[in-house]
């Protein structure tokens, strides 16, 4: 059979989910960093979501989406089995793999599942590699364990202190560079996240890339919905991004733009984009 299988789909804690898709031509060019837009029926809205894993030779992807407005409740509502309308990618640009030292990779959220493959290659490429990840509560934590086969060191925190350091990425981070030297840092979760942990990251001169996550439409630099600004330059997350440099993005002008009307604008657009 053809068409974006769900092969796999399970909540691996509460409102985040876990799918592996069917998508050979995804799988055959994919590389850390990239994206992929699902519709998960022919009428839905088109939704973003970073690559978790992939394996070319069996031909599929997966990704963690978090359950938060109506186009991912769609997909949380499917199940293995069930075929998704549109998977279009792999999208943006990927991480530059080099080797820089030692690499600090921060996830929240989305971000937990996010970081792995930019772990994996990083580390590949000789980087010694730390991945510090955050989540409310211990039981919100994930994914301990395929991150410790891609990593040198996992730290966690959790913010009521159930598991790991009581805190954030941003104390995880505090405590790494008192320890050694950080050579890079990457960042990946929600907004709110990125730009705390980027301020603390400026402050200890570490070098910075975040993932953002803006709103997006086309996700072929057309529509314009996903426009930041970094470094007095406009630029299209889904083309010139995801990744960029931390302290050179403008957070104010992206929390704005991710606001109410955002959203409305860019239904308006989805429609006109179909
Ligand atoms: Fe990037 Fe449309 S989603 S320009």
């Not at 943006?92 to 921060?106: A, F, M, S």
């Not at 997006?216 to 529509?223: A, F, I, Q, R, S």
Request: glycine residues 10%; proline residues 4%.
């Amino acid at each position: 059979a053809g068409g974006f299988a769900l092969l796999e789909k399970r909540e691996i804690v509460p409102n985040m989910h876990f799918f592996k898709i069917r998508a050979p031509q995804v799988a055959k060019f994919a590389l850390p960093g990239q994206f992929v837009i699902l519709m998960a029926k022919e009428t839905s809205e088109r939704s973003p979501f970073t690559l978790v894993d992939w394996d070319a030779s069996e031909g599929w992807i997966s990704l963690v989406i978090e359950e938060v407005g109506r186009s991912s409740r769609e997909l949380a509502s499917l199940k293995a089995g069930d075929c998704i309308a549109h998977v279009s990618g792999p999208l943006g640009l990927p991480l530059p793999i080099e080797n820089k030292g030692t690499v600090l990779l921060g996830g929240g959220c989305y971000g937990i599942g996010a970081i792995f493959p930019l772990a994996r290659a990083l580390r590949q490429a000789g980087n010694r590699v730390i991945c510090a990840i955050e989540a409310s509560s211990s039981y919100l934590l994930y994914r301990q364990e395929e991150l410790r086969t891609v990593c040198d060191e996992l730290l966690l925190a959790t913010k009521d202190g159930s598991e790991g350091v009581q805190g954030g990425v941003q104390e995880l981070l505090a405590q790494a560079v008192a320890r050694e030297p950080i050579n890079q840092f990457i960042a990946i979760g929600c907004t709110f996240m990125m730009r705390m942990v980027t301020e603390i990251s400026r402050s200890l001169n570490i070098p910075t890339l975040v993932a953002l996550n803006p709103i997006m439409v086309d996700g072929t630099g057309m529509c314009g919905a996903c426009r930041v600004s970094v470094g007095e330059k406009t630029q299209f997350a889904c083309v010139d991004g995801p990744i960029f440099d931390g302290h050179s993005v403008d957070w104010d002008e992206l929390a704005s733009r991710r606001s109410a009307y955002a959203r409305q604008e860019v239904q308006a657009l989805s429609q006109s984009v179909d």
